[in-house]
Structure formats: structure tokens, C-alpha cells
């Protein structure tokens, strides 16, 4: 048994008793992620006045058309910067899902779509490492990265501070993570309705979801940083020790708890 664990061993009736309490207390934070999801489809929206061009598989193509047919686009800011190696583990951990998650989106009239600095060569060549087939785009040479603040010049990481997460914080590389929503209108108007960053990331993380559940929980106390034990998902078996944060081969020094 873990060492820092004391459960309390009980019957059968005072367990139900304390999953039943423990449920309400459950209950009451869904109601209110139900409201909290209800105000953000009701915040207001900018119009995108910038009609970014992307390097993409199929050609050069501007934001409007990374919507492929639909009203509604999810992009999510990838952390792969021009010249890294390999992509942030922790955003590779998310995007084991994006396959999988990008096939249901499509039935409700939604687009997905990754986005990275990196050139398009350096993007497809991980891609194929990884095994992913989600659209995964380059944004190489527009303002897209800087638009959304994701991507950050050496001068600005040297002043104390960047623009990420709607304030001055300051961030471990020049890159960053994030998911950005848009809508497209019948007459082709383009409209930025919503975009999230570090922690609020957290809901693509379907392994913390279960890691929450499990007596021992992250199991992150003690590590270099948060999300230091990650790795891509063909490098667990050569993992080294977690706690010296080898992972972080994109420079990001893992999850930005903000």
C-alpha cells in the first residue's frame, strides 16, 4: 500500500453512506459545469478579420477553409515549434485522442483541426511517428501562433513575462498550448467565439479523469514539475526516471498550473 495512504476501513452500509454523500457533492459540481458551459456558449464574439493561410497536406488553405463544409472549427494550439525534435509530450498525450474525438465532432457540425509552428514537413514527419491521421496544420508562416497567443518571441520571455492564459505570466518555452473556437456564418463571416489555455486544457485529458478516480490519484507530488512522469506513447519503455523531467525535449517543462 502507498505509503502516505490511511484509509478508513468500514462496513458495507457506512461505505454506501459515504458514496451517497460523496455523490451529491458530485452531482452539484456537474449541475454547475452544466451552467458554466451554458454561459460560455452565451460570451460574446469577435469578428477574425485576419484570414490566415496554412501549409497544409492538401495545399495552402486560409482558416475559412479548415472548416471543411461546417459552421463550427476546434483548433488546439500543439506545442511543436520550428526545429524541436519531437511535439510536447503533454500535448501528445491529448492528442492520442484527437483521431478518435475529431470522427463524433464531425456529427455535430464540428471541425477539428491541430495547429503548430512548426513547417509542415517537421509536423507530417511526428505525425507519422506517432500514428495520428487528425488534420494537423502549419501556421509556419502567418501570425496565427502570435494572433492567439501561443507562441512567444525570445525578447518577450526575457522581459518577465508573456501574454498567455488572458494575463502576464511567465511560461518555460516560446511555445505554448491552447484550444481556440470559431464560427463561420452563411455569408462566410468568420467569428472567434472562445479559446482556453493551461489548466483549462485539462478536460482532453481523459487519463487524468481516471487517474482522479484511483486511490493514489497523479501521483505528481514531488516530481520536477507537473506532468513529469509523461512520455510520448512510444517511449514508455524507455522511460527514464520521471522525477528528472527528461521528457521535456520541447523545452515546456510540462502542465502550466494557472
Avoid at 460570451?43 to 482558416?63: C, K, S, Y
Avoid at 486511490?215 to 520536477?224: N, Q, S
Wanted: proline share 4%.
Amino acid at each position: 500500500m502507498h505509503a502516505t495512504m490511511a484509509p478508513k476501513i468500514v462496513s458495507r452500509d457506512e461505505w454506501v453512506a459515504a458514496q451517497k454523500a460523496h455523490l451529491e457533492e458530485e452531482k452539484a459540481l456537474t449541475r454547475q459545469c452544466d451552467v458554466l458551459a451554458q454561459r460560455r456558449r452565451e460570451l460574446t464574439w469577435m469578428r477574425v478579420e485576419t484570414n490566415n493561410v496554412f501549409d497544409t497536406p492538401q495545399g495552402r488553405r486560409t482558416i475559412a477553409d479548415l472548416f471543411d463544409g461546417r459552421s463550427q472549427l476546434v483548433i488546439y494550439h500543439f506545442m511543436l515549434g520550428p526545429g524541436w525534435p519531437e511535439g510536447c509530450p503533454s500535448c501528445s498525450m491529448a492528442a492520442d485522442a484527437f483521431d478518435s474525438t475529431a470522427l463524433h465532432l464531425a456529427q455535430r457540425d464540428v471541425t477539428f483541426a491541430a495547429v503548430s509552428r512548426a513547417p509542415l514537413s517537421e509536423i507530417e514527419t511526428f505525425q507519422r511517428r506517432m500514428g495520428w491521421g487528425f488534420t494537423w496544420v502549419s501556421s509556419h508562416d502567418n501570425s496565427f501562433n502570435r494572433d492567439y497567443h501561443v507562441s512567444f518571441t525570445s525578447d518577450e520571455m526575457g522581459s518577465g513575462g508573456v501574454d498567455y492564459n488572458f494575463a502576464r505570466t511567465r511560461f518555460p518555452a516560446d511555445e505554448a498550448p491552447g484550444a481556440s473556437v470559431f464560427y463561420k456564418n452563411e455569408r462566410g463571416e468568420i467569428f472567434h467565439t472562445y479559446s482556453t489555455y493551461a489548466r483549462g486544457l485539462e478536460p482532453l485529458l481523459g487519463v487524468y479523469y481516471l487517474l482522479d478516480l484511483v486511490p493514489k490519484g497523479r501521483g505528481e507530488d514531488g516530481l520536477v514539475h507537473t506532468m513529469a512522469w509523461v512520455r510520448h506513447h512510444d517511449r514508455y519503455a524507455v522511460a527514464a526516471d520521471a522525477a528528472t523531467g527528461a521528457n521535456s525535449a520541447c523545452g515546456c517543462g510540462g502542465e502550466v498550473r494557472t
